[in-house]
């Protein structure tokens, strides 16, 4: 996650159990080297990095990753055949993200070995299409024969539970590492984000490249902009001035673009990463065994 998983959170999760990754999207090249370095010195375990397709620099990234020999590369926002490829060429095992079975067909044909389906209540970039994960996770699933890693509103076990009964075989989660004390992510956006309710995000920039996003000022001056029938161009420039370093990292709640899902909504605590991964196995664990239990 973009000013969120920095070396830090990743190692923290792989160092639990799960598959930490570094979000390249918001770093430049040498910063990626080093985090990725950083984090082999912090975890014997496997990590991996994730590259949104839709930044500058991929070639960079990608290269950086072939040489520092990351096992595991995450793709996103963006096609799977462009880089599939040459990542597998390399040795590296590639998954990709979509938000449709569609887009999940074409990234098993690109040669991926693994997909997430993400639906509509995931925070960040999300597709236009607004299928939740309720729907996308059986849809997926059938439509493919490789693993299919379910994301979108995942906050506990007892739902990645449910995401398994689905047909999916592990789940991605965002927005509840973004409430960790390793993510990289400012302090007061860590604390909005658990003081946040339901309707408290939404889907938005569908003329750009859609994200969820908590409300706040910048919202509403996009939703403004939109409404007067902004061109892209006019968006693009409200959007240019760094918003999203400036609210996730930087703290700006007012000004800055604050990336998160739904699953906000049923967070409350900040807590370490280990501890949320061991929550979420106990969680799974007891709703395995009691799953119609209220918690
Ligand atoms: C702050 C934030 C930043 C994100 N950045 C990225 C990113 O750079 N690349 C990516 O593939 N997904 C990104 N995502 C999406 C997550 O990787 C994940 O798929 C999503 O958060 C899952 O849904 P959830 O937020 O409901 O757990 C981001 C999500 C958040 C909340």
Redesign the pocket.
């Known amino acids: ?4 998983s920095g070396w830090r959170l990743a190692s923290a999760v792989s160092n639990a159990g799960g598959l930490g990754l570094i ?1 390249s ?1 918001s770093m430049y090249p040498d910063v990626l080297r080093e985090h990725i370095q950083k984090c082999r010195a912090a975890t014997n375990r496997s990590f991996g990095v ?1 590259i ?1 397709l839709l930044y500058p620099d991929i070639d960079k990234h990608v290269q950086i990753c072939i040489e520092e020999e990351v096992k595991i590369i ?1 793709t ?2 963006g096609n799977p055949k462009t880089w599939t490829n040459i990542l597998k060429e390399n040795g590296i095992i590639v998954v990709h ?1 979509v938000s449709s079975s569609k887009f999940a067909k074409k990234a098993e044909d690109s040669g991926c070995d693994a997909i ?1 389906a ?1 639906g509509f ?5 999300n597709g236009r299409e607004e299928t939740t994960t309720m729907v996308l996770i059986p849809a997926a699933v059938n439509a493919v024969k490789i693993p299919v890693v379910a ?5 506990n076990g007892r739902q990645m539970l449910a995401a398994m009964v689905m047909g999916a075989e592990g789940v ?5 590492f ?1 409430a960790s004390e390793e993510a990289s ?1 400012h302090i007061a956006f860590k604390k909005a984000v658990v003081h946040s309710a339901e309707g408290d995000t939404i889907l938005t920039m569908k003329q750009l490249t859609p994200v969820r996003m908590l409300k706040n000022r910048f919202f509403k001056e996009i939703m403004e902009a939109e409404l007067k029938g902004a061109t892209v161009d006019e968006l693009k420039a409200i959007l240019g001035r760094a918003r999203a370093k400036k609210g ?1 990292f930087e703290g700006d709640l007012d000004n800055g673009e604050l ?5 906000s909504a049923l967070l409350r605590d900040i807590l370490p990463a280990g501890e949320i991964v061991k929550n979420v196995w106990k969680e799974f664990e007891e709703a395995l065994i009691n799953p119609m239990k209220k918690t």
Do not use: D, L, T, Y
């Open positions: 996650m973009i000013w969120a979000g999207g994730n949104p995450f996103s926002a993200v997430v993400e209540e995931a925070g960040g970039h994301a979108g509103g995942i906050v991605q989660m965002g927005s509840r973004v992510s996730m990336e998160i899902g739904q699953g």
